[in-house]
C-alpha cells in the first residue's frame, strides 16, 4: 500500500494560517481512518486530530478549536486547516491512514514523510 503524501506547511506568522493536506491509498478498498500528529524538537511526536471514515473528528486539548480537519470527498484526501498558530506549534507534522474506518493506535498506521511548519513569534 502506498505511503501517505503530505503538501502544504511552511513558514507563518504568529497569529496566522496554514493549511496541509494529505492523500494516501486507499487500504482494504474502503474510506480509511486518517489523521495528523507532529513532532517537535526534543519531543516525542503527539497526536494533533484524527477523522474516520464518516467524518467523526478527534482533536488534541492543545488544538483548542484552531485547527479543523476535513475529509475531501470519497477518498483518503485530508485537510488540516491550521488558523491562529502559536510558535509553539511549530514542528513537522505527519499524516496517517489507518487500515480501520476508525483510528487506532499509532504502530497500526502508514505514516507519511513529514511536513515543516514554523511559525515565527
Known amino acids: 500500500q502506498g505511503q501517505p503524501v503530505e503538501s502544504g506547511g511552511g513558514l507563518a506568522q504568529a497569529g496566522g494560517s496554514l493549511r496541509l493536506s494529505c492523500t494516501a491509498s486507499?487500504?482494504?478498498?474502503?474510506?480509511?481512518?486518517m489523521g495528523w500528529y507532529r513532532q517537535a524538537p526534543g519531543n516525542q511526536r503527539e497526536l494533533v486530530a484524527t477523522?474516520?471514515?464518516?467524518?467523526?473528528?478527534n482533536y488534541a486539548d492543545f488544538v483548542e478549536g484552531r485547527f479543523t480537519i476535513s475529509r475531501h470527498g470519497a477518498q483518503n484526501t485530508v485537510t488540516l486547516q491550521m488558523d491562529s498558530l502559536k510558535p509553539e506549534d511549530t514542528a513537522v507534522y505527519f499524516c496517517?491512514?489507518?487500515?480501520?474506518?476508525?483510528?487506532?493506535?499509532?504502530?497500526?498506521?502508514?505514516w507519511g514523510k513529514g511536513t515543516q511548519v514554523t511559525v515565527s513569534s
Open positions: 486507499s487500504f482494504n478498498f474502503v474510506i480509511n481512518a
Open positions: 477523522i474516520s471514515s464518516r467524518g467523526k473528528t
Open positions: 496517517i491512514r489507518w487500515p480501520s474506518v476508525v483510528p487506532g493506535t499509532p504502530s497500526d498506521g502508514s
